[in-house]
């Protein structure tokens, strides 16, 4: 029940209206996969546009959680169902969007639980 996007780019890390505030777009085009999520200013410093990473979203803990860029846990906000799976959570009470165009049964089951985990390696 594991949502693994490999080969993911950072597409690019905004500021936002919120002093110390950046948003962090990651784009898997292989997976059809898209996260955008707030994060602090300290927590992006070791993340830059380009860089590729994998992002790991389970609902059990994630074995190579310490040594990811970020390891967090967040909370399921809302799923939309529909041509593919948008959902909505919070990481730290600060706003995570993941948008999958084709998910498995496997990747929609990791968000039956109120949380997940979510690792940037």
């Known amino acids: 029940m594991v949502i693994r996007l490999k080969n993911a780019t950072i597409e690019s890390i905004e ?21 955008s999520l707030e994060l602090p200013e300290v927590l992006c410093s070791t993340m830059n546009p380009r860089d590729e990473v994998t992002v790991i979203i389970d609902s059990k803990p994630i074995a190579r959680g310490n040594n990811a860029k970020l390891y967090a846990e967040g909370k399921v906000f809302r799923i939309r169902d529909e041509k ?7 990481v730290g009470g600060l706003r995570m969007t993941l948008d999958l165009s084709s998910p498995t049964a496997a990747q929609r089951k990791t968000f039956d639980h109120d949380k997940f985990l979510i690792a940037i390696v």
Do not use: Q, Y
């Not at 500021?15 to 996260?35: H, N, P, Q, Y």
């Not at 593919?84 to 919070?90: D, F, I, P, R």
């Open 15 to 35: 500021d936002t209206e919120t002093k110390r505030l950046k948003v962090v777009k990651v784009i898997a085009k292989e997976e059809g996969a898209r996260v």
């Open 84 to 90: 593919g799976v948008e959902v909505t959570g919070t």
